[in-house]
Structure formats: C-alpha cells, structure tokens
C-alpha cells in the first residue's frame, strides 16, 4: 500500500476503464422547405460540433445542417435553409 493509502493506480483512478460511449449515426430531421421528414447520417467521429450544407434528399434543396453530439452520444441536429443561417 502507498502513502496515500492506495494500492494500485486504477485504485486512484476509481475505475480500471471508462465507460464507453457509443454514438448515434442517424437523426430525424424535418426539411424546412419541403417539410417532409428525412433521415440524415450523422458522423460521430466528426467532432463535438459540426457544421455543414447538405441537400434534402426529397425536395433537393440546400440546408444548413448544425450537430452538436452530446456526451452521451446523442446528436442533437438543426436543419435550416442557407437565408436563415
């Protein structure tokens, strides 16, 4: 045992392994011009925030599309047109 009492770094660190966070890929958007729904991939190794254009695959339009993956792995996905961006 150390001074400090603990036996092993994983001791200090409170866990062997941290938990792993598995990313979603895919959000449910609604196209701001057209209004249908559209599922649009999203890369999960992309970075915490993510901005981009992308056209809607319905209507063809192009939108702005903002991620913002939270640190549970959820992507939280805004849509809206390039005049509102």
């Keep these: 045992m ?3 009492g603990l036996d092993t770094f994983e001791d200090w660190m409170g ?7 598995e990313y ?3 959000a449910w958007v609604s196209c701001p011009y057209c209004g249908e729904s559209v ?5 999960p190794t ?8 992308e056209d809607c695959e319905i209507c063809c339009r192009p ?3 903002r991620v913002a993956m939270s640190g549970s792995g959820h992507p939280h996905v805004t849509v809206l047109t390039l005049d509102e961006q």
């Design 39 to 43: 599922e649009l991939q999203v890369d």
């Design 46 to 53: 992309g970075g915490s925030y993510q901005e981009y254009v």
């Design 2 to 4: 150390s001074a400090f």
């Design 15 to 21: 866990e062997e392994d941290p938990p792993a966070v």
């Design 24 to 26: 979603e890929d895919v």
């Design 63 to 65: 939108w702005s599309v």
